[in-house]
């Protein structure tokens, strides 16, 4: 069998996530086939060096539908409060056996780092502002599947990313991963939190008029303001914040018709994003929650070579 990586959405090109997220529906819908489980009697450790809700209750329920074991170790009830670095850890863990690792961390770069001192695959959990591959899966699946796209070609859909691009990981992949599927993505946040520099590297249109890019996106995901790598200035002006950069019940009723509103959570209601919004008709928050277990079972299928 051959183990791969997922680092980062840049490791998936159109014809694999394609196949990936087909594969996701698969397993999502037909969960209880014997050909569901490839992965019985393999093993997952979570490695969460950073909270998490959505990716890692996902990839615990993921893992335990391909018929894995899982076992979660967190920063907290870890050797790292000893002085154990991330890459210790990690080797500890691989060296009782374990099949895969998630690994999430503050570090950017770190599930790379973990990766080439491990013998298991390593599935990047969100590593610092650097990516979270299998989010990106997520709301590829979710908008596709939305917007009735049949295999996951987003050919001519129009994405905003809005908000604290600078600080997100989920914004540069995927941006990567919906391009790479097809849509036209532009990153949208004032100067400050949308620098045309990201967009170089990512390789997308940056704006800072979220009004003049409104009307056209199909598809409005909005980003957390991050107040832990730094945004926390913007508290200060939170009101100017999301009179100018919030998707406001107003400012969503300008949206085109059937133009979907997205969110990789968790958020901040009332400032990003208001309520009524986030739980609005066009909202595919929860969606793209419950594809986080389809696309992370397909991950642990195509790392492990299932
Ligand atoms: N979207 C996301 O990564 O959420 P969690 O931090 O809850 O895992």
Known sequence: MTRRHLLS??????????????????????????????????????????????????????????GMHTVDLSAAASSVHKGETLVD???????????????????????????????????????GKHEHPTQALADALALGEAAGREGF?????RVAIVGDVVSSRVARSSARLLTTLGAAVVLVGPPAMAPKSL??????????????????????????IQLERGAGAWLAS????????????????????????????????GLEIDPEVADGPRSLIQAQVSAGVAVRTAALEWCLGA
């Open 199 to 224: 967009g170089e590297a990512v390789g997308v249109r940056v704006a800072h008029d979220l009004d003049a890019e409104l009307e056209s996106a199909d598809a409005v995901m909005m980003l957390r």
């Open 153 to 157: 070609d987003l050919d001519g859909l």
């Open 238 to 269: 939170a009101r100017a914040y999301r009179a100018g950069h919030g998707l406001t019940a107003a400012r969503a009723a300008r949206m085109k018709d059937g133009a979907f509103v997205m969110h990789p959570g968790p958020s901040n209601r």
């Open 9 to 66: 959405a840049r490791d998936l090109d159109a014809a694999t996530a394609r196949a990936l997220l087909t594969l996701a529906v698969e397993r999502r819908d037909h969960p209880h086939e014997a050909a569901a489980r490839p992965l019985l009697g393999r093993s997952l450790a979570t490695v969460f060096f950073e909270n998490s809700t959505r990716t890692r209750v996902s990839f615990t329920l993921a893992a335990a539908r391909a």
């Open 89 to 127: 850890t990690a080797k500890t863990v691989d060296a009782m056996g374990v099949d895969a690792i998630a690994v999430r961390t503050g570090q950017a770069g770190g599930a790379a780092l973990v990766a080439q001192h491990v013998s298991a695959s390593v599935l990047n959990a969100g590593d």
